[in-house]
């Protein structure tokens, strides 16, 4: 029982607070911008096939170009960093709604605080000037951690066993985006019919592209397990570009690019209607 009066009581009064409510609503703006401008990247690939670089690094290089580019890299982290303090304050005290307090809510809450801590870390990062965090970087880290990985004792098996999570992960992502799971953490019942096929709309088609990538990024990393070469593992650039090597070509990459810029701007509808 928590005693009112005490800091943990204090904690979370401040938790459930409006400058956590802010922090989180930022946060998805921030989300949603990273998205929007990785999709467009990825679409102009498709398209024209240039070797810009459809990933966290190339967003960034693009915000960097853009008038008061410095000041705007340095809003996008701390939203990101205001996500990261929000999923923080669901995994000590409970996400909003009836079942905001279960063990796994909290457990996935913890597992992106430290996501979007570190991503926001990174923005900041190529904010003040540090490009270790550029264009092909999720390439280059993505083949850094399955090399790490497979050096490991049994690593074929650590290997295998993280990518399969991260492929599971993103068909979750993509069937729950399918079923509109998303509704649950939205003011529903307020929003218009408008901003209710608004929401549909980019949810259900942002949610199904983002779990199409990140359920490829662990299927290249299944093939790095089984090859028992960490060459073979991709990072956000490359599983993009890969699915215009599919039977259906650039249209399949231009399809999920699509879908990436739509989750984006389904992050800005979610700023304005999420419960939080």
Known sequence: MTVAGTPTAAARRAARGDAVRVAARAGFVGRGVLYLLIGVLAVRIGLTGAREQADRGGALAEVASAPLGAVLLWALGAGLAGMSLWRLSEALFGAAGPKGDGKGKRLMAGVRFVFYGVTSFLVMSFAAGYRGSGAGETDRQSQDITGWLLGLP????W???VSLAVLGAGLWIGVRAALRKYREHLTWSRLSHRQRRFMD???VAGGVGRGLVIAAVGFFGVKAALAFDPAEAKGMDNTIRSFAHTPAGPWLLIAVAAG?????????GQAAWRKV
């Open 201 to 203: 709309v980019t949810g």
């Open 159 to 161: 290997t295998g066993a």
């Open 260 to 268: 990436l810029v739509l989750f984006g701007v389904f992050s800005f």
């Open 154 to 157: 049994g690593g074929p098996w």
